[in-house]
């Protein structure tokens, strides 16, 4: 039994199977060690941010030249109003600001411990940390150093998230996560229905039931699959978004708008897949080196701007990441809007690049397929209704007799 053991071992792992190995272990490890280098590469400096200063004093001062000193951070801009600093969140110009209080000096002095406002934006959680860490780190230093030495935290900070005011796992990654899903789903569902004419030679009874029109069978295998697609993104983004600030009648539009746009960009990317690899097996395998990582490269969980420019290129093409910058305008309010269009069309150009190379792709195999079928006397089909017309020999032979 043993022996029969090793010698099954060595059929199925040593049998000049090279798919088998780079499946099991060329492609997890490379993947990962890839990935390590990538995010390693970088540290996260040089975070923009906003200053508004409610309080001038010789702390406020003080503080505004630490900020400035820090490499993590990049005192960028200095507002007058919060709502300012808040608007530049909104379009992405900061990461985060600080309000410097009214009369926070005096306050020190009294051993009061003034409360110093850190407002973030609320989409990534991990910038965030870095940043609330080096403040955290500043205010303690600077103010322990001036006044209050018996004191552990002089001033103490405290966070506010900017689109996200409960800091909740939702709003910082469930809803990025869902739309990933869904990112990933597009990509493999159509790769699994454009094979289906080519897994049992059966090109030409599609082509039949769709009246020998290649552009009839295209529309009518994408178009139900992106309605349905694109239905149940909704569907499941709206009722997750419950639990969130509700959207307006105008930002779910946006929303949506993008949403088609994505899943036409992926629906159109799957078709490629298989136009480029002409079966279902590789399609997958290509749909889902592409689409699994996407959400790790899309700047939710690792910000872009401390990632390797090749990197950077990478998470453009993907549509994923276009469509998180919409839903993250939608969450920071009614401002999000006018941020929103841009990655529209970015998403739009996307999903009219892949549906015109992926049709034209498909229509070619449809034609070389429907050749082979022909030249190796596979089942003809009708035109009208796409049943199988059989030779007179086998209705003669099928008719019943008296």
Request: glycine letters at 6%; aromatic letters at 10%.
């Given at each position: ?242 639990t969130l600030s509700p959207m307006t009648f105008d930002e779910f539009i946006v929303v949506s708008v993008a949403q088609l ?55 453009m093409i993907l549509p994923l990441t276009h469509l998180l910058k919409v839903q993250a305008a939608m969450l920071l309010g ?67 007799h008296d």
């Amino acid at each position: 039994m043993i022996r029969d053991f090793f010698r099954a071992v060595r059929k199925i792992y040593f049998s000049h199977n090279i798919v088998l190995w780079l499946i099991v272990l060329v492609l997890p490890v490379g993947v990962s060690v890839f990935m390590l280098d990538v995010f390693s590469a970088e540290i996260i400096q040089h975070i923009p941010i906003g200053i508004v200063k409610q309080d001038r004093s010789e702390l406020a001062d003080r503080l505004s030249r630490a900020l400035n000193a820090s490499p993590v951070l990049d005192v960028v801009l200095e507002c007058e109003q919060l709502s300012d600093c808040e608007h530049a969140v909104i379009r992405g110009e900061l990461q985060a600001f600080i309000v410097f209080p009214y009369d926070m000096e005096r306050r020190a002095l009294r051993l009061e411990t003034p409360v110093v406002p850190v407002y973030s934006s609320g989409q990534n959680y991990l910038t965030n940390t870095f940043a609330a860490k080096e403040v955290r780190s500043i205010f303690s230093t600077i103010g322990g150093d001036l006044f209050t030495r018996a004191m552990e935290e002089p001033v103490h900070v405290e966070l506010k998230s900017v689109g996200n005011t409960l800091g909740n796992y939702q709003g910082f990654l469930a809803m990025g996560l869902i739309t990933s899903i869904f990112h990933l789903a597009c990509m493999l569902v159509a790769v699994y229905v454009m094979s289906l004419p080519f897994r049992d030679h059966r090109v030409r009874e599609f082509l039949a039931a769709a009246g020998n029109s290649r552009v009839t069978l295209g529309l009518a295998t994408a178009l139900p699959l992106v309605l349905v697609q694109w239905l149940s993104l909704v569907g499941t983004y709206a009722y997750a978004h419950r639990t969130l600030s509700p959207m307006t009648f105008d930002e779910f539009i946006v929303v949506s708008v993008a949403q088609l746009a994505m899943v036409l960009a992926c629906v159109g990317a799957g078709i490629s897949f298989v136009g480029i690899t002409g079966n279902m097996r590789m399609g997958t395998s290509v749909a889902g080196v592409i689409g699994s990582p996407a959400f790790a490269f899309a700047g939710q969980t690792f910000p872009l701007m401390a990632m390797p420019l090749a990197v950077k290129l990478f998470a453009m093409i993907l549509p994923l990441t276009h469509l998180l910058k919409v839903q993250a305008a939608m969450l920071l309010g009614p401002i999000g809007k006018a941020q929103a269009w841009d990655p529209i069309v970015v998403l739009l150009a996307m999903a009219l690049f892949w549906n015109l190379l992926g049709g034209r792709l498909m229509f070619m195999r449809w034609k070389r397929a429907a050749k082979r079928e022909a030249a190796r006397n596979l089942p003809q089909y009708n035109t009208l209704t796409g049943t199988e017309i059989k030779p007179a020999s086998a209705m003669v032979e099928e008719a019943p007799h008296d």
